[in-house]
């Protein structure tokens, strides 16, 4: 698995759970809010490695974004 396809399976994931962060969390007429189907449609395809590379990925991701906000309120 390349950097780019764990990034994009990293961001699928982000997008796929991101319902259950929303402030409307749990909505009760939609389930918990979670893209199962797109979850599914990775995670089981993936070994170790894989899930590694995708884990390291989101954590770098993350980072940054908690670095970028840090920064743009220190403006």
Known sequence: ????????????????FACMLSSSFPNRNEGWGINEALIIS??????????GLIVEVGALSRSIEILQNKRLNIR
């Open 1 to 16: 698995m390349s950097p780019n396809r764990a990034a994009e399976d990293c961001e699928q994931l982000r997008k796929a």
């Open 42 to 51: 990775i995670l089981p395809h993936t070994n170790e490695a894989q899930g």
